[in-house]
C-alpha cells in the first residue's frame, strides 16, 4: 500500500504526514509539485503547512501546480486525497471540495487540542471512527474560517457532507461549525485540523488519561488503508 | 509600461479584517468621520506592448480564474492602462 505525500515549496508537515502513514502501516511515498507523475500511489495526502508564502490566497497557486492538476483528474475518478489543513484551502482553491476558506474570526493565529465530532463515518478516510464520536487532534492555522454561500450550506447539510464539527468551541467563526468536508463519493476529505499530530502516545495531544497521550488521529490513515483493502 | 491593472475586493457582506483594524486605528486618531474601511488588492499585469482586446478578454479569465476566488472576493475592475 502506497500513500504519496505531497511537498510544495512552504509545506511544512509533510514528514509528520509521512510518519503518520508509516505508523498507520503503509508506505509513504513523496511527491514533489513538479511531479505530473503520481507514481502508482494508491492515495494522497496533501499536509499543512504554507505552500508559495501563502501569497495571493492560501492554497491558489498549489491549486495550479502540475502535481495537483494530475491529483484532480485522478481524485475525480475516485482517488483517495486527504487535505490537511493548508491541504484542506488547497483542495476548495482546486474546486474539489465547496466554499473557501478566510481569516480567523479573532484574526488570531490558532492552536490548541480541538475536539471534533465525526459526522460522516462512510469516506475513505473516516470509516473507523464511529459516528458522532468525539476525537482530539490538534489545531494550528490563521485562516480556517470556513465560508460558503445559504445555497452552498444547504447543500453540505441537506447531503451529508459534512465530515467533521467543532465541538464545545468554535475556534475560527466557521460556518455551521464546519471544521471538514467530503465530496459526494466519499473519496475526498479536508479539514483544518491536524490528524498527523496525533498519531504516537507520546508526541499527541493531551488526553484526560495522561499527558501528550492522544492517537486519535491514526484512524484517519488506518481508515483509508481499510478502504483500499476491501476496494 | 503597458498594463492590464486587475482590483479585487473582499466581498461586501464578508467581515473584511484588516479593513476593520484600520477603521478602528482611525476612528482612535480623531478621523470619526469614516465609517468603514474595506482593504482589496490591485494587482498589475504587464505586457511589452499595448495590450489588444483579445489579450483583456484573457486578463479577466485569469482574474476571474486565478486572481480572485469568487466565494470570497470580487474583480470589481480590470482595465488596460498604456
Known amino acids: 500500500m502506497k500513500i504519496g505525500v505531497v511537498t510544495f515549496p512552504g509545506t511544512l508537515d509533510d514528514r509528520d504526514a509521512q510518519r503518520a502513514v508509516r505508523l498507520a502501516g503503509a508506505t509513504p511515498v513523496p511527491l514533489w509539485h513538479a511531479d505530473t507523475n503520481l507514481h502508482e500511489v494508491d492515495a494522497v495526502v496533501l499536509p499543512g503547512g504554507f505552500s508559495y508564502g501563502d501569497y495571493l490566497r492560501c492554497g491558489a497557486i498549489a491549486a495550479q501546480a502540475p502535481v495537483m492538476q494530475t491529483i484532480i483528474e485522478k481524485a475525480n475518478q475516485g482517488l483517495p486525497v486527504l487535505g490537511i489543513c493548508n491541504g484542506f484551502q488547497v483542495l476548495v482553491e482546486s474546486h474539489l471540495l465547496p466554499g473557501g476558506l478566510i481569516r480567523n474570526e479573532n484574526q488570531h493565529f490558532i492552536c490548541r487540542d480541538q475536539i471534533l465530532e465525526v459526522e460522516n463515518n462512510t469516506t475513505a478516510w473516516t470509516n473507523q471512527f464511529k459516528l458522532g464520536e468525539h476525537i482530539t487532534i490538534p489545531l494550528k492555522n490563521g485562516e480556517g474560517g470556513y465560508i460558503a454561500d445559504a445555497e452552498t450550506l444547504k447543500r453540505l447539510e441537506g447531503e451529508n457532507l459534512i465530515t467533521f464539527r467543532y465541538v464545545d468551541v468554535n475556534p475560527n467563526g466557521s460556518m455551521n461549525n464546519i471544521a471538514g468536508l467530503r465530496n459526494a463519493k466519499g473519496n475526498v476529505v479536508g479539514l483544518m485540523p491536524h490528524p498527523e499530530h496525533a498519531v504516537e502516545a507520546g508526541f499527541g495531544p493531551d488526553m484526560p488519561e495522561a499527558m501528550r497521550s492522544g492517537v486519535d488521529g491514526l484512524k484517519f490513515f488506518t481508515s483509508v488503508i481499510h478502504s483500499l483493502v476491501n476496494a | ?82
Request: proline share 5%; no cysteine.
Open chain 2, 1 to 82: 509600461m503597458p498594463k492590464i491593472i486587475v482590483e479585487v475586493m473582499p466581498k461586501a457582506d464578508l467581515l473584511d479584517p484588516q479593513g476593520k483594524a484600520v477603521a478602528n486605528s482611525l476612528n482612535r486618531t480623531g478621523h470619526s468621520e469614516i465609517t468603514a474601511v474595506r482593504i482589496g488588492k490591485r494587482i498589475e499585469l504587464h505586457y511589452d506592448n499595448t495590450p489588444t482586446e483579445q489579450q483583456l478578454e484573457e486578463a479577466k479569465q485569469i482574474a476571474a480564474n486565478f486572481l480572485s476566488n469568487g466565494v470570497i472576493e470580487d474583480v470589481v475592475a480590470v482595465s488596460v492602462e498604456a
